[in-house]
T-cell receptor
Framework: KAGVTQTPRYLIKTRGQQVTLSCSPISGHRSVSWYQQTPGQGLQFLFEYFSETQRNKGNFPGRFSGRQFSNSRSEMNVSTLELGDSALYLC?????????FGPGTRLTVL | GEDVEQSLFLSVREGDSSVINCTYTDSSSTYLYWYKQEPGAGLQLLTYIFSNMDMKQDQRLTVLLNKKDKHLSLRIADTQTGDSAIYFCAETSGSARQLTFGSGTQLTVLP
């Protein structure tokens, strides 16, 4: 069974731009969560989607948004990028209690 | 908010056992997890335990949970150089799937 895939793997943007990251969960998994990982703040929860509905949201500004499609694929968008948004963005898919992570998208904001 | 804490570093000799410790504050934690992260990679789920269990064993991995003290540990038997990585403890609370992570423990296995 294929694992969680995330595209792109690496991204370089400049301040003020916006970015869209994509996540394809494991086949049959309907829940997708997003996390941000930085050296200073560690791993922080962004949001969770289940059956195209946002079920839970972390403490991030409104510049961070997401959505989920009917095939469970998910995208997250960050608008008006700031230097502090440079991070590894990880997506996790789950069916029950196990959450499986993708390889992440490394975003660098210059 | 709720907190999960881990020591930052651990060094062991190849072939020895490693014990990585974690404490958490959320008394309503339902599941507790251990993840492994190698450089440049995502998180690999190693094992997890339901909060009403005391112990879980999976090949070289043993998880111990002391719910009274809110203390979780991961023991790796016969530690190998390939086990060198950062290990994260995480918990979920109630029915939510949101993971709250510790800061990670860097395990270094010396030959």
């Amino acid at each position: 069974k294929a694992g969680v895939t995330q595209t792109p793997r690496y991204l370089i943007k400049t301040r003020g731009q916006q970015v869209t990251l994509s996540c394809s969960p494991i086949s049959g998994h309907r829940s997708v969560s997003w996390y941000q990982q930085t050296p200073g703040q560690g791993l922080q929860f962004l949001f969770e989607y289940f059956s195209e509905t946002q079920r839970n949201k972390g403490n991030f500004p409104g510049r961070f948004s997401g959505r989920q499609f009917s095939n469970s694929r998910s995208e997250m968008n960050v608008s008006t990028l700031e230097l502090g948004d440079s991070a590894l963005y990880l997506c996790a898919s789950s069916l029950y209690n196990e959450q499986f992570f993708g390889p992440g998208t490394r975003l660098t904001v210059l | 908010g709720e907190d999960v804490e881990q020591s930052l570093f651990l060094s062991v000799r190849e072939g020895d056992s490693s014990v990585i410790n974690c404490t958490y504050t959320d008394s309503s934690s339902t599941y507790l997890y251990w993840y492994k992260q190698e450089p440049g990679a995502g998180l690999q789920l190693l094992t997890y335990i339901f909060s009403n269990m005391d112990m879980k064993q999976d090949q070289r991995l043993t998880v111990l949970l002391n719910k009274k003290d809110k203390h979780l540990s991961l023991r790796i038997a016969d530690t190998q150089t390939g086990d060198s990585a950062i290990y994260f403890c995480a918990e979920t609370s109630g029915s939510a799937r949101q993971l709250t992570f510790g800061s990670g423990t860097q395990l270094t296995v010396l030959p």
